[in-house]
């Protein structure tokens, strides 16, 4: 199952999220105090939305699998609405079942909400096939210029 996260919900969260978040952060940008402060003010602004995977409904802290954060971006030079996967992190396995029902909600719901595209950042080249296997393509690079 995966459930969106109440805003009045992120904080009690907040400590569990906080620790993954630096764990799982691109080696090429490293997760300050600042960035972490951002992203929970940005989930409680309700521009980044907090989705929770697990087992079941979830009542107890052990049925929880994983989290996600995402948002929503719209590019004025091409007109394109996208989801963007800021974050996919898992406290334990994602079975093969929970990746199914990943790949089958997210563009689901970026569709009903006016998306073209799901967009995703990563250094990690086993996530780039997990990505692939789920129907994504990693056509398109991202070039970045260190300053």
């Not at 939305?49 to 004025?76: A, H, Q, T």
């Not at 396995?93 to 790949?103: K, T, V």
């Not at 250094?123 to 994504?136: A, F, Q």
């Amino acid at each position: 199952m995966i459930y969106r996260v109440a805003f009045e919900d992120i904080a009690k969260h907040w400590d569990v999220l906080a620790p993954e978040l630096e764990r799982s952060a691109l080696p090429s940008v490293p997760m300050t105090h600042r960035m972490l402060n951002k992203i929970l003010e940005n989930l409680l602004l309700g521009l980044f939305e907090l989705w929770v995977m697990g087992k079941g409904e979830m009542k107890r802290p052990e049925d929880v699998s994983g989290f996600c954060i995402i948002s929503f971006e719209y590019d004025d030079f091409t007109g394109i609405r996208s989801l963007v996967l800021h974050a996919v992190n898992s406290f334990v396995p994602i079975s093969r079942g929970q990746w199914r029902e990943i790949a089958k909600f997210f563009p689901e719901y970026a569709k009903a909400n006016g998306c073209a595209l799901i967009r995703t950042y990563t250094e990690n080249d086993k996530l780039v096939k997990i990505g692939k296997l789920l129907g994504g393509s990693d056509e398109v690079k991202l070039l970045t210029w260190r300053l």
